[in-house]
């Protein structure tokens, strides 16, 4: 069973950019949800989507950020524009089906924004 | 606000020793997990313990929880290099699937 796969690994863009980044569920997963690490900060939350729909979006920072799941499969997350604060490790996971257990997390997206 | 909070921040010992480190959290959970993350990496699941849980054991790994002291830990038994990474706990609550980390415990396993 193949893993969650985020692209792309690594993103350098300059502020006021787009950037658009893509995690891709473990098959059969409902849950998706997008999580980020800002530099010497603890892992926080930003979404959850329950098949194509938006379940929680409390974590979001602001209308900067956007994200999308369209056919509850992969999803992508936007960010427009860039802003330096916005540099950080950017996590995807997912679980399976109406079950708050385990995450299976993605290798992340280093997003830097100069 | 950090729901976990994990002590030690950080950790070295020498291979073949124990590892232990612990976490606290604030409010009611449902489950509690602990992840890895080696350097640059993903973060890779090890291990769940339900609410209604005391201890469970994967492996060299054993992970405890102690809901009246809202707390848990991790031990990691004979340790080795290849165990050199950061450990986080998350919690999450009945009803609210998202994740609530802590800042993490940086164990360095010498040769």
């Known amino acids: 069973e193949a893993g969650v796969t985020q692209f792309p690994s690594h993103s350098v863009i300059e502020k006021g950019q787009t950037v658009t980044l893509r995690c891709d569920p473990i098959?059969?997963?409902?849950?998706l949800y997008w999580y980020r690490r800002v530099m010497g900060k603890e892992i926080k939350f930003l979404l959850h989507?329950?098949?194509?729909?938006?379940?929680?979006e409390s974590g979001m920072p602001n209308n900067r950020f956007l994200a999308e799941r369209t056919g509850g499969t992969y999803s992508t997350l936007k960010v427009q524009p860039a802003e330096l604060e916005d540099s950080g490790v950017y996590f995807c996971?997912?679980?399976?089906?109406?079950?708050?257990?385990?995450?299976?997390f993605g290798p992340g997206t280093r997003l830097t924004v100069t | 606000s950090q729901q976990g909070e994990e002590d030690p921040q950080a950790l070295s010992i020498q291979e073949g020793e124990n590892a232990t480190m612990n976490c606290s959290y604030k409010?009611?959970?449902?489950?509690l997990q602990w992840y890895r993350q080696n350097s640059g990496r993903g973060l890779v699941h090890l291990i769940l313990?339900?609410?209604?849980?005391r201890e469970k054991h994967s492996g060299r790994l054993r992970v405890t929880l102690d809901t009246s002291k809202k707390s848990s830990s991790l031990l990691i038994t004979a340790s080795r290099a290849a165990d050199t990474a950061s450990y986080f706990c998350?919690?999450?609550?009945?009803?609210?699937?998202?994740?609530?980390f802590g800042a993490g415990t940086t164990v360095t396993v010498r040769a």
């Open positions: 996971a997912s679980s399976h089906r109406g079950w708050g257990g385990e995450q299976y």
């Open positions: 098959s059969g997963h409902d849950n």
């Open positions: 989507f329950v098949k194509e729909s938006k379940q929680d």
């Open positions: 409010t009611s959970i449902n489950n």
């Open positions: 313990i339900r609410s209604n849980e």
């Open positions: 998350a919690t999450d609550s009945v009803n609210d699937y998202k994740l609530s």
